[in-house]
């Protein structure tokens, strides 16, 4: 059972879906001690991440800090606030400062989107999370597509002792 989740966001449809994902984690077992953590890593060396034309330096940070407050605000905006345990902006290499977070908080799992672009491992899943997975304390979870039909019925489900479950794949 996973009570401390870190979830790394960025924006990205796949970071969203990997929220949705976090929370259905954190709910569907009923499990009171579950915490969501968010991580958001402001990448200078990482034009791309802002979005638009910035020349590297003081101003791009500004718009990258800008931008990452939107999107953690965001993100705290769907996770029920019972669950939300920590709200982290860091500054660095992705990967170091997700594993670093972890490593911080303890936490059980970490899910992270992936954009699933390219042919080589760590363009197919991403470099960050490539670097993430290799390297984490724990499980890393990595949503590369919305399965809108399962998070309903993971938030549904009621767990059940190991038993049971056993008890019922005998019967079927």
Request: hydrophobic share 45%; proline share 8%; with cysteine.
């Amino acid at each position: 059972m996973f009570s401390r989740i870190l979830i790394a966001v960025d924006g990205s449809e796949p970071a969203r879906w990997a929220v949705e994902l976090g929370v259905s984690m954190a709910e569907c077992h009923g499990n009171p001690d579950a915490q969501v953590s968010l991580v958001y890593v402001v990448d200078a060396a990482d034009e791309s991440a802002a979005g638009v034309d910035a020349v590297p330096g003081p101003g791009l940070l500004r718009v990258l800090r800008r931008e990452s407050r939107r999107v953690l605000q965001d993100a705290t905006g769907r996770i029920p606030g019972g669950l939300v345990d920590k709200v982290l902006l860091a500054e660095g290499r992705a990967a170091d400062e997700i594993l670093a977070a972890a490593r911080q908080l303890g936490a059980d799992v970490i899910v992270m989107g992936t954009h699933g672009r390219g042919r080589l491992t760590p363009l197919l899943i991403g470099a960050t999370t490539d670097a993430t997975a290799r390297q984490a304390p724990c499980p890393v979870l990595v949503v590369g597509r919305p399965q809108p039909s399962a998070v309903p019925e993971m938030r549904a489900a009621k767990p059940q002792p190991l038993a049971v479950r056993l008890e019922q794949a005998a019967a079927g």
